[in-house]
Protein backbone atom coordinates (compact mmCIF):
# COMPACT_ATOMS: atom_id res chain seq x y z
CA UNK A 1 0.00 0.00 0.00
CA UNK A 2 0.97 3.71 -0.76
CA UNK A 3 1.91 5.75 2.30
CA UNK A 4 2.18 9.39 2.33
CA UNK A 5 5.50 11.08 3.97
CA UNK A 6 5.40 13.63 6.24
CA UNK A 7 3.17 16.41 5.85
CA UNK A 8 1.02 14.46 3.33
CA UNK A 9 4.46 14.47 0.79
CA UNK A 10 5.40 11.92 -1.40
CA UNK A 11 7.74 10.12 0.66
CA UNK A 12 10.34 7.81 0.78
CA UNK A 13 8.23 5.10 1.62
CA UNK A 14 6.80 5.93 -2.19
CA UNK A 15 9.55 6.60 -3.97
CA UNK A 16 10.77 3.17 -2.86
CA UNK A 17 7.40 1.23 -3.77
CA UNK A 18 7.71 3.37 -7.37
CA UNK A 19 11.35 1.99 -7.84
CA UNK A 20 10.08 -1.85 -7.26
CA UNK A 21 7.06 -0.96 -9.55
CA UNK A 22 9.37 -0.09 -12.43
CA UNK A 23 11.96 -2.75 -11.88
CA UNK A 24 9.13 -5.80 -11.55
CA UNK A 25 6.84 -4.13 -14.20
CA UNK A 26 6.70 -5.38 -17.96
CA UNK A 27 7.52 -1.95 -19.26
CA UNK A 28 10.76 -2.17 -18.08
CA UNK A 29 11.52 -5.30 -19.29
CA UNK A 30 10.97 -3.78 -23.11
CA UNK A 31 13.35 -1.14 -21.86
CA UNK A 32 15.97 -3.76 -20.83
CA UNK A 33 14.99 -5.23 -24.59
CA UNK A 34 15.75 -2.09 -26.08
CA UNK A 35 18.83 -1.62 -24.92
CA UNK A 36 20.31 -5.52 -25.42
CA UNK A 37 18.65 -4.94 -29.04
CA UNK A 38 20.50 -1.51 -30.09
CA UNK A 39 23.59 -3.26 -29.11
CA UNK A 40 23.39 -6.67 -30.81
CA UNK A 41 23.77 -5.22 -34.49
CA UNK A 42 27.18 -6.10 -34.68
CA UNK A 43 26.74 -8.17 -37.82
CA UNK A 44 25.37 -5.37 -39.97
CA UNK A 45 28.96 -3.98 -39.40
CA UNK A 46 30.91 -6.05 -41.32
CA UNK A 47 31.27 -3.51 -44.47
CA UNK A 48 33.10 -1.21 -42.25
CA UNK A 49 35.77 -3.70 -39.88
CA UNK A 50 35.90 -5.99 -43.10
CA UNK A 51 38.71 -4.26 -45.03
CA UNK A 52 40.82 -4.41 -41.84
CA UNK A 53 40.38 -7.96 -41.88
CA UNK A 54 41.30 -8.20 -45.67
CA UNK A 55 44.65 -6.19 -45.68
CA UNK A 56 45.96 -7.19 -42.76
CA UNK A 57 45.38 -10.90 -43.30
CA UNK A 58 46.17 -11.04 -46.92
CA UNK A 59 42.54 -12.38 -47.86
CA UNK A 60 40.95 -12.45 -51.43
CA UNK A 61 37.29 -11.68 -51.81
CA UNK A 62 35.85 -14.94 -51.51
CA UNK A 63 38.02 -15.85 -48.78
CA UNK A 64 36.23 -12.67 -47.17
CA UNK A 65 32.62 -13.35 -48.24
CA UNK A 66 33.57 -17.08 -46.72
CA UNK A 67 33.61 -14.84 -43.54
CA UNK A 68 30.84 -13.03 -44.43
CA UNK A 69 29.30 -16.55 -44.62
CA UNK A 70 29.69 -17.75 -41.16
CA UNK A 71 29.12 -14.30 -40.12
CA UNK A 72 25.31 -14.92 -41.05
CA UNK A 73 25.36 -18.39 -40.62
CA UNK A 74 26.07 -17.73 -36.35
CA UNK A 75 23.99 -14.69 -36.28
CA UNK A 76 20.76 -16.12 -38.11
CA UNK A 77 21.17 -19.88 -37.01
CA UNK A 78 19.98 -19.14 -33.99
CA UNK A 79 18.12 -22.76 -33.17
CA UNK A 80 20.04 -24.12 -30.54
CA UNK A 81 19.62 -20.48 -28.55
CA UNK A 82 15.66 -21.45 -28.99
CA UNK A 83 15.61 -24.92 -27.96
CA UNK A 84 17.63 -23.79 -24.99
CA UNK A 85 14.73 -20.82 -24.54
CA UNK A 86 12.06 -23.67 -24.33
CA UNK A 87 13.84 -25.10 -21.21
CA UNK A 88 15.31 -22.21 -19.55
CA UNK A 89 14.72 -19.13 -18.10
CA UNK A 90 16.03 -15.90 -20.34
CA UNK A 91 18.58 -15.08 -18.34
CA UNK A 92 20.56 -18.19 -19.57
CA UNK A 93 20.48 -17.54 -22.70
CA UNK A 94 21.52 -13.84 -22.79
CA UNK A 95 24.76 -15.36 -19.89
CA UNK A 96 25.37 -17.74 -22.73
CA UNK A 97 25.06 -15.13 -25.66
CA UNK A 98 27.37 -12.49 -23.52
CA UNK A 99 30.34 -15.01 -22.99
CA UNK A 100 30.17 -16.04 -26.96
CA UNK A 101 30.18 -12.37 -28.31
CA UNK A 102 33.13 -11.02 -26.01
CA UNK A 103 35.16 -14.23 -27.27
CA UNK A 104 34.50 -14.05 -30.55
CA UNK A 105 35.05 -10.83 -31.14
CA UNK A 106 37.58 -10.44 -28.94
CA UNK A 107 39.77 -13.27 -31.33
CA UNK A 108 39.20 -11.55 -34.33
CA UNK A 109 40.51 -8.28 -32.32
CA UNK A 110 43.62 -9.74 -31.49
CA UNK A 111 44.21 -11.31 -34.75
CA UNK A 112 43.61 -8.01 -36.48
CA UNK A 113 46.47 -6.47 -34.16
CA UNK A 114 48.29 -8.70 -34.64
CA UNK A 115 48.51 -9.80 -31.14
CA UNK A 116 48.43 -13.51 -32.18
CA UNK A 117 50.16 -15.46 -34.97
CA UNK A 118 48.00 -15.56 -37.97
CA UNK A 119 45.51 -17.49 -37.83
CA UNK A 120 44.30 -20.01 -40.03
CA UNK A 121 41.01 -19.13 -41.97
CA UNK A 122 39.28 -22.18 -40.47
CA UNK A 123 39.75 -20.12 -36.84
CA UNK A 124 38.34 -17.35 -38.43
CA UNK A 125 35.47 -18.74 -39.82
CA UNK A 126 34.83 -20.48 -36.30
CA UNK A 127 35.79 -16.75 -34.42
CA UNK A 128 33.08 -14.83 -36.40
CA UNK A 129 30.58 -17.32 -36.19
CA UNK A 130 30.79 -17.47 -32.37
CA UNK A 131 30.74 -13.91 -31.92
CA UNK A 132 27.42 -13.50 -34.55
CA UNK A 133 25.50 -16.34 -32.99
CA UNK A 134 25.45 -13.98 -29.72
CA UNK A 135 22.62 -11.52 -31.78
CA UNK A 136 20.34 -14.94 -32.12
CA UNK A 137 20.86 -15.59 -28.39
CA UNK A 138 20.38 -11.69 -27.89
CA UNK A 139 17.39 -11.86 -30.14
CA UNK A 140 15.85 -15.02 -28.42
CA UNK A 141 16.49 -14.00 -24.64
CA UNK A 142 15.12 -10.12 -25.02
CA UNK A 143 12.81 -10.23 -28.26
CA UNK A 144 10.77 -13.62 -27.91
CA UNK A 145 10.61 -12.56 -24.00
CA UNK A 146 9.27 -9.19 -24.89
CA UNK A 147 6.45 -11.16 -27.72
CA UNK A 148 5.03 -13.35 -25.08
CA UNK A 149 4.88 -10.60 -22.59
CA UNK A 150 2.37 -8.54 -25.62
CA UNK A 151 0.95 -10.97 -27.61
CA UNK A 152 -1.39 -9.11 -29.08
CA UNK A 153 1.13 -5.98 -30.22
CA UNK A 154 3.55 -8.60 -31.60
CA UNK A 155 4.14 -6.72 -34.93
CA UNK A 156 5.04 -3.66 -33.03
CA UNK A 157 6.78 -5.23 -30.44
CA UNK A 158 9.11 -6.79 -33.31
CA UNK A 159 9.38 -3.90 -35.38
CA UNK A 160 10.26 -1.40 -32.46
CA UNK A 161 12.56 -3.43 -31.14
CA UNK A 162 14.02 -5.34 -34.54
CA UNK A 163 14.36 -1.55 -35.33
CA UNK A 164 16.73 -0.82 -32.75
CA UNK A 165 18.85 -3.58 -33.25
CA UNK A 166 18.74 -2.08 -37.25
CA UNK A 167 19.90 1.45 -35.45
CA UNK A 168 22.81 -0.27 -33.91
CA UNK A 169 25.36 0.38 -36.80
CA UNK A 170 24.88 3.79 -36.56
CA UNK A 171 25.12 4.15 -33.04
CA UNK A 172 28.30 1.84 -32.83
CA UNK A 173 29.80 4.35 -35.16
CA UNK A 174 29.56 7.31 -33.04
CA UNK A 175 30.44 5.33 -30.04
CA UNK A 176 33.82 4.06 -31.54
CA UNK A 177 34.59 7.46 -33.19
CA UNK A 178 34.40 8.75 -29.36
CA UNK A 179 36.01 5.92 -28.08
CA UNK A 180 38.77 5.14 -30.64
CA UNK A 181 38.67 8.30 -33.43
CA UNK A 182 39.56 7.00 -36.77
CA UNK A 183 40.76 3.10 -35.28
CA UNK A 184 38.20 0.58 -37.19
CA UNK A 185 40.70 -2.28 -35.34
CA UNK A 186 39.73 -0.96 -32.18
CA UNK A 187 35.86 -0.71 -33.44
CA UNK A 188 36.01 -4.96 -33.59
CA UNK A 189 37.21 -4.53 -29.39
CA UNK A 190 34.03 -2.70 -28.93
CA UNK A 191 31.72 -5.00 -30.57
CA UNK A 192 33.42 -7.66 -28.12
CA UNK A 193 33.07 -5.99 -24.47
CA UNK A 194 29.72 -3.83 -24.80
CA UNK A 195 27.11 -5.69 -25.74
CA UNK A 196 28.30 -8.18 -23.22
CA UNK A 197 27.92 -5.77 -20.66
CA UNK A 198 24.98 -4.86 -21.98
CA UNK A 199 23.49 -8.27 -21.34
CA UNK A 200 24.83 -9.17 -18.27
CA UNK A 201 23.17 -5.73 -16.37
CA UNK A 202 19.87 -6.93 -17.81
CA UNK A 203 19.94 -10.68 -16.73
CA UNK A 204 17.31 -10.25 -14.09
CA UNK A 205 15.02 -7.51 -15.98
CA UNK A 206 14.62 -10.12 -18.59
CA UNK A 207 11.72 -12.76 -17.64
CA UNK A 208 8.12 -13.96 -19.21
CA UNK A 209 5.67 -12.41 -17.26
CA UNK A 210 1.84 -12.50 -16.84
CA UNK A 211 -0.28 -11.35 -19.61
CA UNK A 212 -2.34 -8.55 -18.64
CA UNK A 213 -4.55 -5.93 -20.33
CA UNK A 214 -3.79 -2.58 -20.58
CA UNK A 215 -6.10 -0.40 -22.48
CA UNK A 216 -2.68 2.13 -24.02
CA UNK A 217 -0.27 -0.48 -24.21
CA UNK A 218 -0.18 0.37 -27.94
CA UNK A 219 0.27 4.12 -27.36
CA UNK A 220 2.98 2.97 -24.88
CA UNK A 221 4.39 2.00 -27.73
CA UNK A 222 4.25 4.60 -29.78
CA UNK A 223 5.41 6.87 -27.16
CA UNK A 224 8.66 4.93 -27.37
CA UNK A 225 8.39 5.17 -31.12
CA UNK A 226 8.64 8.61 -30.94
CA UNK A 227 11.66 8.68 -28.99
CA UNK A 228 13.41 6.18 -31.15
CA UNK A 229 12.13 8.49 -34.32
CA UNK A 230 13.98 11.08 -32.58
CA UNK A 231 17.56 9.32 -31.95
CA UNK A 232 17.03 7.72 -35.64
CA UNK A 233 16.95 11.39 -36.96
CA UNK A 234 19.81 12.84 -34.57
CA UNK A 235 22.23 10.08 -36.50
CA UNK A 236 20.45 10.98 -40.08
CA UNK A 237 21.74 14.51 -38.94
CA UNK A 238 25.04 13.78 -37.44
CA UNK A 239 26.00 10.63 -40.69
CA UNK A 240 25.62 14.17 -43.22
CA UNK A 241 27.28 17.06 -40.94
CA UNK A 242 29.82 14.32 -40.55
CA UNK A 243 30.39 13.56 -44.42
CA UNK A 244 30.72 17.56 -44.86
CA UNK A 245 32.85 18.73 -41.84
CA UNK A 246 35.84 17.13 -40.72
CA UNK A 247 34.61 16.32 -36.51
CA UNK A 248 37.44 16.04 -34.01
CA UNK A 249 37.39 13.34 -31.44
CA UNK A 250 35.91 15.60 -28.79
CA UNK A 251 33.08 16.87 -31.02
CA UNK A 252 32.34 12.67 -31.61
CA UNK A 253 31.97 12.49 -27.81
CA UNK A 254 29.29 15.24 -27.60
CA UNK A 255 27.60 13.26 -30.60
CA UNK A 256 27.78 9.73 -28.49
CA UNK A 257 26.61 11.72 -25.27
CA UNK A 258 23.26 13.20 -27.08
CA UNK A 259 22.92 9.32 -28.66
CA UNK A 260 23.38 7.44 -24.90
CA UNK A 261 20.69 10.22 -23.67
CA UNK A 262 18.32 9.38 -26.30
CA UNK A 263 18.95 6.00 -25.47
CA UNK A 264 18.01 6.00 -22.05
CA UNK A 265 15.13 8.36 -22.82
CA UNK A 266 12.22 5.30 -22.57
CA UNK A 267 12.60 4.81 -19.26
CA UNK A 268 11.29 8.11 -18.72
CA UNK A 269 7.77 6.47 -20.12
CA UNK A 270 8.35 3.38 -18.65
CA UNK A 271 8.00 5.43 -14.96
CA UNK A 272 5.10 7.57 -15.73
CA UNK A 273 3.37 4.62 -17.08
CA UNK A 274 4.20 2.30 -14.03
CA UNK A 275 3.32 5.39 -11.92
CA UNK A 276 -0.35 5.44 -13.47
CA UNK A 277 -0.61 1.72 -12.56
CA UNK A 278 0.45 2.33 -8.62
CA UNK A 279 -2.11 5.05 -9.06
CA UNK A 280 -4.56 2.80 -10.07
CA UNK A 281 -3.81 -0.12 -7.63
CA UNK A 282 -3.85 2.98 -4.57
CA UNK A 283 -7.67 4.01 -5.69
CA UNK A 284 -8.52 0.07 -5.77
CA UNK A 285 -6.72 -0.18 -2.15
CA UNK A 286 -8.98 2.90 -1.09
CA UNK A 287 -12.47 1.76 -2.51
CA UNK A 288 -12.34 4.28 -5.80
CA UNK A 289 -14.47 2.88 -9.21
CA UNK A 290 -12.99 4.98 -12.01
CA UNK A 291 -9.81 3.01 -11.82
CA UNK A 292 -9.29 -0.53 -11.74
CA UNK A 293 -6.66 -2.31 -13.48
CA UNK A 294 -9.47 -5.28 -13.59
CA UNK A 295 -12.17 -5.04 -15.10
CA UNK A 296 -15.39 -6.38 -13.06
CA UNK A 297 -17.83 -8.25 -14.38
CA UNK A 298 -21.33 -9.56 -13.21
CA UNK A 299 -21.20 -12.44 -10.74
CA UNK A 300 -22.88 -14.90 -13.74
CA UNK A 301 -20.33 -13.50 -16.23
CA UNK A 302 -17.51 -14.24 -13.63
CA UNK A 303 -18.60 -17.73 -13.07
CA UNK A 304 -18.91 -18.33 -16.69
CA UNK A 305 -15.61 -17.00 -17.47
CA UNK A 306 -13.53 -19.46 -14.90
CA UNK A 307 -15.60 -22.45 -16.04
CA UNK A 308 -14.61 -21.34 -19.81
CA UNK A 309 -11.43 -21.30 -18.52
CA UNK A 310 -11.06 -24.68 -16.74
CA UNK A 311 -12.47 -26.09 -19.75
CA UNK A 312 -9.69 -24.52 -21.72
CA UNK A 313 -7.05 -25.66 -19.45
CA UNK A 314 -8.27 -29.54 -19.45
CA UNK A 315 -8.33 -28.70 -23.10
CA UNK A 316 -4.64 -27.26 -23.16
CA UNK A 317 -3.48 -30.43 -20.97
CA UNK A 318 -4.95 -33.08 -23.29
CA UNK A 319 -4.00 -31.98 -26.81
CA UNK A 320 -0.57 -31.32 -25.24
CA UNK A 321 -0.08 -35.00 -23.32
CA UNK A 322 -1.50 -36.07 -27.34
CA UNK A 323 1.07 -34.15 -28.79
CA UNK A 324 4.11 -35.10 -26.81
CA UNK A 325 3.05 -39.08 -26.87
CA UNK A 326 2.88 -38.64 -31.01
CA UNK A 327 4.25 -36.33 -32.55
CA UNK A 328 6.12 -37.98 -34.92
CA UNK A 329 2.66 -39.24 -36.11
CA UNK A 330 0.88 -36.00 -35.99
CA UNK A 331 3.63 -33.71 -37.88
CA UNK A 332 1.79 -34.40 -41.17
CA UNK A 333 -1.48 -33.73 -39.81
CA UNK A 334 -0.85 -30.23 -38.51
CA UNK A 335 -3.76 -27.85 -36.91
CA UNK A 336 -5.41 -24.88 -37.85
CA UNK A 337 -3.85 -21.98 -39.21
CA UNK A 338 -3.19 -19.76 -35.58
CA UNK A 339 -3.27 -22.50 -33.50
CA UNK A 340 -0.04 -23.78 -31.53
CA UNK A 341 1.76 -25.64 -33.88
CA UNK A 342 4.60 -28.65 -32.65
CA UNK A 343 7.70 -28.14 -34.32
CA UNK A 344 7.97 -31.22 -36.88
CA UNK A 345 4.19 -29.77 -37.91
CA UNK A 346 5.59 -26.26 -38.51
CA UNK A 347 8.96 -27.46 -40.07
CA UNK A 348 6.92 -29.97 -42.75
CA UNK A 349 4.24 -27.54 -43.01
CA UNK A 350 3.79 -25.70 -46.92
CA UNK A 351 3.60 -22.49 -45.37
CA UNK A 352 6.83 -22.52 -43.68
CA UNK A 353 8.28 -23.74 -47.10
CA UNK A 354 7.31 -20.68 -49.08
CA UNK A 355 8.45 -18.59 -46.34
CA UNK A 356 11.34 -20.11 -46.53
CA UNK A 357 12.45 -20.05 -50.34
CA UNK A 358 11.12 -16.27 -50.40
CA UNK A 359 13.49 -15.35 -47.37
CA UNK A 360 16.42 -17.64 -49.13
CA UNK A 361 15.65 -14.95 -52.52
CA UNK A 362 14.98 -11.69 -50.17
CA UNK A 363 17.11 -11.62 -47.42
CA UNK A 364 19.90 -13.32 -48.81
CA UNK A 365 20.49 -10.80 -51.84
CA UNK A 366 19.98 -7.89 -49.40
CA UNK A 367 22.52 -9.46 -47.48
CA UNK A 368 25.02 -9.58 -50.25
CA UNK A 369 24.63 -6.09 -50.86
CA UNK A 370 25.25 -4.68 -47.64
CA UNK A 371 28.51 -7.00 -46.82
CA UNK A 372 29.75 -6.36 -49.54
CA UNK A 373 29.44 -2.28 -49.21
CA UNK A 374 33.26 -1.73 -48.61
CA UNK A 375 34.21 -3.67 -51.51
CA UNK A 376 31.41 -2.41 -53.83
CA UNK A 377 32.08 1.45 -53.11
CA UNK A 378 35.84 0.68 -53.51
CA UNK A 379 35.93 -1.02 -57.08
CA UNK A 380 32.90 1.41 -58.07
CA UNK A 381 35.52 4.59 -57.04
CA UNK A 382 33.91 6.34 -53.76
CA UNK A 383 35.72 7.38 -51.09
CA UNK A 384 36.70 5.33 -47.88
CA UNK A 385 34.22 8.45 -45.79
CA UNK A 386 31.57 7.74 -48.43
CA UNK A 387 31.57 4.09 -47.79
CA UNK A 388 31.47 4.59 -44.19
CA UNK A 389 28.20 7.25 -44.94
CA UNK A 390 26.66 3.80 -47.06
CA UNK A 391 26.83 1.58 -43.89
CA UNK A 392 25.14 4.59 -41.38
CA UNK A 393 22.30 4.97 -43.83
CA UNK A 394 21.81 1.39 -44.43
CA UNK A 395 21.68 1.00 -40.18
CA UNK A 396 19.25 4.41 -40.59
CA UNK A 397 16.90 3.19 -43.31
CA UNK A 398 17.08 -0.69 -41.68
CA UNK A 399 15.82 0.92 -38.85
CA UNK A 400 12.82 2.83 -40.70
CA UNK A 401 12.25 -0.57 -42.37
CA UNK A 402 11.77 -2.67 -39.18
CA UNK A 403 9.82 -0.19 -37.66
CA UNK A 404 7.38 1.00 -40.41
CA UNK A 405 7.04 -2.73 -41.50
CA UNK A 406 6.17 -3.52 -37.35
CA UNK A 407 3.74 -0.75 -36.80
CA UNK A 408 2.22 -0.47 -40.01
CA UNK A 409 1.55 -3.71 -40.66
CA UNK A 410 -0.19 -3.97 -37.14
CA UNK A 411 -2.37 -1.17 -38.46
CA UNK A 412 -3.11 -1.95 -41.87
CA UNK A 413 -3.66 -6.07 -40.05
CA UNK A 414 -6.34 -4.40 -37.18
CA UNK A 415 -8.04 -1.99 -39.30
CA UNK A 416 -8.38 -3.37 -42.56
CA UNK A 417 -7.29 -6.62 -42.60
CA UNK A 418 -4.32 -5.86 -45.05
CA UNK A 419 -2.68 -9.85 -44.81
CA UNK A 420 0.86 -9.47 -43.33
CA UNK A 421 2.48 -11.73 -46.39
CA UNK A 422 1.14 -9.56 -49.09
CA UNK A 423 3.25 -6.76 -47.01
CA UNK A 424 6.22 -9.10 -47.47
CA UNK A 425 6.20 -9.37 -51.32
CA UNK A 426 5.67 -5.26 -51.94
CA UNK A 427 9.10 -5.56 -49.98
CA UNK A 428 10.65 -7.92 -51.98
CA UNK A 429 9.49 -5.81 -54.83
CA UNK A 430 11.34 -2.86 -53.87
CA UNK A 431 14.36 -4.30 -53.08
CA UNK A 432 15.07 -5.53 -56.69
CA UNK A 433 15.33 -1.58 -57.58
CA UNK A 434 18.04 -1.21 -55.14
CA UNK A 435 20.12 -4.39 -56.49
CA UNK A 436 19.55 -2.77 -60.08
CA UNK A 437 21.07 0.58 -59.20
CA UNK A 438 24.84 -1.31 -57.90
CA UNK A 439 24.44 -3.28 -60.89
CA UNK A 440 24.38 -0.45 -63.49
CA UNK A 441 26.74 1.39 -61.82
CA UNK A 442 23.92 5.01 -61.70
CA UNK A 443 25.80 7.74 -60.92
CA UNK A 444 25.83 8.37 -56.60
CA UNK A 445 23.41 5.35 -57.24
CA UNK A 446 24.70 3.63 -54.50
CA UNK A 447 23.73 6.08 -52.08
CA UNK A 448 19.78 5.56 -53.29
CA UNK A 449 20.78 1.94 -52.45
CA UNK A 450 22.20 1.87 -49.68
CA UNK A 451 18.81 3.46 -48.31
CA UNK A 452 16.42 0.91 -50.20
CA UNK A 453 18.35 -2.08 -49.59
CA UNK A 454 18.56 -1.19 -45.50
CA UNK A 455 14.64 -0.06 -45.71
CA UNK A 456 13.97 -3.41 -47.10
CA UNK A 457 15.94 -5.68 -45.26
CA UNK A 458 14.96 -3.95 -42.08
CA UNK A 459 11.15 -4.63 -43.22
CA UNK A 460 11.40 -8.48 -43.98
CA UNK A 461 12.60 -9.26 -40.37
CA UNK A 462 9.82 -7.94 -38.58
CA UNK A 463 7.12 -9.44 -41.27
CA UNK A 464 9.34 -12.88 -40.95
CA UNK A 465 8.83 -13.34 -37.31
CA UNK A 466 5.51 -12.09 -37.23
CA UNK A 467 3.90 -14.38 -39.87
CA UNK A 468 5.68 -17.12 -37.85
CA UNK A 469 4.13 -16.46 -35.16
CA UNK A 470 0.36 -15.69 -36.24
CA UNK A 471 0.66 -18.68 -38.25
CA UNK A 472 2.40 -21.73 -35.94
CA UNK A 473 1.54 -19.98 -32.52
CA UNK A 474 3.06 -19.13 -29.68
CA UNK A 475 4.06 -22.53 -28.06
CA UNK A 476 7.09 -23.19 -29.75
CA UNK A 477 7.81 -19.49 -30.97
CA UNK A 478 11.55 -19.58 -29.73
CA UNK A 479 12.31 -22.52 -32.07
CA UNK A 480 10.40 -21.30 -34.91
CA UNK A 481 11.48 -17.96 -34.75
CA UNK A 482 15.08 -19.20 -35.25
CA UNK A 483 14.84 -21.36 -38.01
CA UNK A 484 13.00 -18.98 -39.92
CA UNK A 485 16.12 -16.55 -39.73
CA UNK A 486 18.01 -19.75 -41.05
CA UNK A 487 16.87 -18.51 -44.94
CA UNK A 488 20.04 -15.76 -44.45
CA UNK A 489 22.89 -18.05 -44.00
CA UNK A 490 21.34 -20.16 -47.00
CA UNK A 491 21.29 -17.52 -49.21
CA UNK A 492 24.05 -15.59 -48.44
CA UNK A 493 25.75 -19.02 -49.61
CA UNK A 494 24.31 -19.17 -52.74
CA UNK A 495 24.64 -15.75 -53.83
CA UNK A 496 28.03 -13.85 -51.69
CA UNK A 497 30.19 -16.85 -51.69
CA UNK A 498 29.25 -18.72 -54.73
CA UNK A 499 27.83 -16.28 -56.61
CA UNK A 500 29.26 -12.60 -56.41
CA UNK A 501 32.68 -13.84 -54.14
CA UNK A 502 33.66 -15.91 -57.22
CA UNK A 503 32.41 -13.26 -60.01
CA UNK A 504 34.69 -10.65 -58.42
CA UNK A 505 37.80 -12.68 -58.12
CA UNK A 506 37.07 -13.86 -61.77
CA UNK A 507 37.17 -9.86 -62.57
CA UNK A 508 40.26 -9.28 -60.10
CA UNK A 509 42.33 -11.87 -62.11
CA UNK A 510 41.46 -11.00 -65.52
CA UNK A 511 42.47 -7.68 -64.38
CA UNK A 512 45.95 -8.97 -63.21
CA UNK A 513 46.36 -10.70 -66.21
CA UNK A 514 45.83 -7.89 -68.57
CA UNK A 515 48.88 -5.75 -66.62
CA UNK A 516 51.00 -8.63 -67.07
CA UNK A 517 51.08 -9.11 -63.36
CA UNK A 518 50.83 -12.41 -60.89
CA UNK A 519 48.98 -12.26 -57.44
CA UNK A 520 51.63 -13.47 -54.91
CA UNK A 521 50.30 -15.57 -51.68
CA UNK A 522 48.59 -13.28 -49.02
CA UNK A 523 48.68 -9.96 -51.48
CA UNK A 524 45.10 -8.48 -51.37
CA UNK A 525 42.64 -9.10 -54.69
CA UNK A 526 41.38 -5.80 -55.60
CA UNK A 527 38.72 -5.35 -58.43
CA UNK A 528 38.20 -1.81 -59.95
CA UNK A 529 35.27 -1.00 -62.25
CA UNK A 530 31.69 -1.44 -62.86
CA UNK A 531 32.16 -5.45 -63.99
CA UNK A 532 33.37 -6.15 -60.67
CA UNK A 533 29.45 -6.78 -59.15
CA UNK A 534 27.37 -6.14 -62.49
CA UNK A 535 26.64 -9.66 -63.57
CA UNK A 536 25.85 -10.52 -59.45
CA UNK A 537 23.73 -7.96 -59.21
CA UNK A 538 22.03 -8.52 -61.99
CA UNK A 539 21.24 -12.20 -60.80
CA UNK A 540 20.24 -11.39 -57.26
CA UNK A 541 18.16 -8.82 -58.85
CA UNK A 542 16.29 -11.71 -60.81
CA UNK A 543 16.42 -14.22 -57.58
CA UNK A 544 14.52 -11.43 -55.39
CA UNK A 545 12.35 -11.31 -58.55
CA UNK A 546 11.14 -15.07 -58.01
CA UNK A 547 11.23 -15.10 -53.89
CA UNK A 548 8.33 -12.08 -54.88
CA UNK A 549 6.22 -14.56 -56.96
CA UNK A 550 6.77 -17.22 -54.25
CA UNK A 551 5.54 -15.06 -51.63
CA UNK A 552 2.61 -14.16 -53.43
CA UNK A 553 1.19 -18.23 -53.14
CA UNK A 554 1.58 -17.52 -49.34
CA UNK A 555 -0.28 -14.62 -49.91
CA UNK A 556 -3.34 -16.51 -51.89
CA UNK A 557 -3.42 -19.37 -49.49
CA UNK A 558 -3.61 -17.23 -46.18
CA UNK A 559 -6.18 -14.84 -47.04
CA UNK A 560 -8.95 -16.17 -45.42
CA UNK A 561 -7.16 -16.66 -42.48
CA UNK A 562 -5.74 -13.34 -42.17
CA UNK A 563 -9.58 -11.83 -43.04
CA UNK A 564 -10.72 -13.36 -39.65
CA UNK A 565 -9.98 -11.74 -35.77
CA UNK A 566 -6.65 -13.76 -35.45
CA UNK A 567 -5.82 -11.79 -31.92
CA UNK A 568 -9.16 -13.01 -30.81
CA UNK A 569 -7.59 -16.15 -28.58
CA UNK A 570 -5.25 -13.85 -26.91
CA UNK A 571 -8.14 -11.91 -25.40
CA UNK A 572 -10.17 -14.10 -24.55
CA UNK A 573 -7.29 -15.59 -22.72
CA UNK A 574 -6.62 -12.69 -20.97
CA UNK A 575 -10.29 -11.47 -20.23
CA UNK A 576 -10.78 -15.07 -18.89
CA UNK A 577 -7.69 -14.93 -16.61
CA UNK A 578 -8.89 -11.42 -15.01
CA UNK A 579 -11.97 -12.59 -14.66
CA UNK A 580 -11.11 -15.76 -12.47
CA UNK A 581 -8.87 -13.45 -10.53
CA UNK A 582 -11.29 -11.23 -9.61
CA UNK A 583 -13.40 -14.01 -8.49
CA UNK A 584 -10.17 -15.14 -6.22
CA UNK A 585 -10.37 -11.01 -4.71
CA UNK A 586 -14.18 -11.10 -3.94
CA UNK A 587 -13.99 -14.44 -2.36
CA UNK A 588 -10.69 -13.45 -0.43
CA UNK A 589 -8.40 -16.21 -2.49
CA UNK A 590 -5.48 -15.65 -2.94
CA UNK A 591 -4.66 -16.68 -6.90
CA UNK A 592 -1.92 -18.93 -7.78
CA UNK A 593 1.17 -17.81 -8.41
CA UNK A 594 2.97 -18.50 -11.95
CA UNK A 595 6.21 -19.48 -12.74
CA UNK A 596 7.46 -16.81 -14.68
CA UNK A 597 7.49 -19.09 -18.05
CA UNK A 598 4.55 -19.95 -20.94
Same mark, same amino acid.
Given at each position: ?????????????????????????????????????????????????????????????????????????? =?? !??????? &??? *? /?????? %?? #??????????????????????????????????????????????????????????????????????????????????????????????????????? =?? !??????? &??? *? /?????? %?? #????????????????????????????????????????????????AVVIFEEFKILEGKKLELNGGSDLKIVTEK?????????????????????????????????????????????????????????????????????????????????????????????????????????????????????????????????????????????????????????????????????????????????????????????????????????????????????????????????????????ECFKLSFIVIAAVTLFGTFVSLVLVMRTRK?YQSDIYKKFREKTEAAEGEMAVANENGVKP???????
Open positions: MLVSGPGGGWGWSNTKTLTLQVLNGRWFTVFASLLIMSASGATYMFGLYSSDIKSVLGYDQSTLNLLSLFKDFG =SN !VGVLSGL &INE *V /TPPWVV %LS #VGGVLNFFGYFMIWMAVTKKIAKPQVWHMCMYICMGATSQSFANTGSLITSVKNFPESRGSVLGFLKGYAGLSGAIFTQLYSAFYYDDTKDLILLIGWLPTAV =SF !VSLRTIR &IMK *V /TRHPNE %LK #VFYNMLYISLGLAGFLMVMIIIQKNVHFTQGEYGASAAMVIFLLVLPLPKSEEVSVTSDLSRSKEAVTTTTTETESSCWKTMFRPPDRGEDYTILQALFSIDMLILFVACICGVGGAFTAIDNLGQIGASLGYHKHSINTFVSLVSIWNYLGRVVSGFGSEILLKRYKFPRPLMLTLTLLLSCAGHLLIAFNVKNGLYVASVIIGFCLGALWPLLFAIISELFGLKYYSTLFNFGACASPVGLYLLNVRLAGHIYDKEANKQLAAKGLVREAGEELTCVGGFLATNGRS
